[in-house]
Antibody, heavy 121, light 112 residues
Framework: EVQLLESGGGLVQPGGSRRLSCAASGFAFNTYAMGWGRQAPGKGLEWISDISDSGDTTYYADSVKGRFTISRDNSKNTLYLQMNSLRDEDTALYFC??????????????WGQGTLVTVSS | DIVMTQSPDSLAVSLGERATINCKSSQSVLDSSSNKNFLAWYRQKPGQPPKLLIYWASTREYGVPDRFSGSGSGTYFTLTISSLQAEDVAVYYCHQYYSTPHTFGQGTKVEI
């Protein structure tokens, strides 16, 4: 069974940083692209970033480009999202996402339960 | 950016009746080389993450009941629930993965 377990959420001040992790299990992690999405309280879904199976290709939404960095450690079956220069509007539930393919231009076929990041002073 | 627009924003359907949700993209999401539409549908129940229902516009995900079906091509797509069940009360999203940023529709809330 595919499992995605996010961690690292919490309360952070505006301008601060946070690193999210996603521990993956139940599938061959190094053969699938992965990504992150988020959902602000009471709002819809927003795609944030994708990374290819090998980690050599990454994409970002304009809203986070230059502030967030996606990475993965295939030896640890773990996906990361480094978030810097956080803003109030980054407050959201952050989901780890597994793609159905090795490349990023693919549908997401599994989402984690999410980890809540609250940006507030 | 490709803008995804769903209609309606919400709908109320009786148990056992058909529910139809539309999704329009501002640009075509049909890849001419593969002849595939890069369009997926998700269901999100309250307090839960999204669940994939349909991908490539019309391919049902493994384990998804056959009352769910997807159709359409290019810029216009439809999700149909042929016989609404109580567990289908949720918000439904269309999603294009044709080009970055991979955008979602605003969601359609389905109620009984």
């Amino acid at each position: 069974e595919v499992q995605l377990l996010e961690s690292g959420g919490g309360l952070v001040q505006p301008g601060g940083s946070r690193r999210l992790s996603c521990a993956a299990s139940g599938f061959a992690f190094n053969t699938y692209a992965m990504g992150w999405g988020r959902q602000a309280p009471g709002k819809g879904l927003e795609w944030i970033s994708d990374i290819s199976d090998s980690g050599d290709t990454t994409y970002y939404a304009d809203s986070v480009k230059g502030r967030f960095t996606i990475s993965r450690d295939n030896s640890k079956n773990t996906l990361y999202l480094q978030m810097n220069s956080l803003r109030d509007e980054d407050t959201a539930l952050y989901f780890c996402a597994k793609k159905g393919c090795s490349r990023t231009r693919c549908y997401t076929n599994c989402w984690g339960q999410g980890t809540l990041v609250t940006v507030s002073s | 950016d490709i803008v995804m627009t769903q209609s309606p924003d919400s709908l109320a359907v009786s148990l056992g009746e058909r529910a139809t949700i539309n999704c329009k993209s501002s640009q075509s999401v049909l890849d001419s080389s593969s002849n595939k539409n890069f369009l997926a549908w998700y269901r999100q129940k309250p307090g839960q993450p999204p669940k994939l229902l349909i991908y490539w516009a019309s391919t049902r995900e493994y384990g998804v009941p056959d009352r769910f079906s997807g159709s359409g091509s290019g810029t216009y797509f439809t999700l149909t629930i042929s016989s609404l069940q109580a567990e289908d009360v949720a918000v439904y999203y269309c999603h294009q993965y044709y080009s970055t940023p991979h955008t979602f529709g605003q969601g359609t809330k389905v109620e009984i």
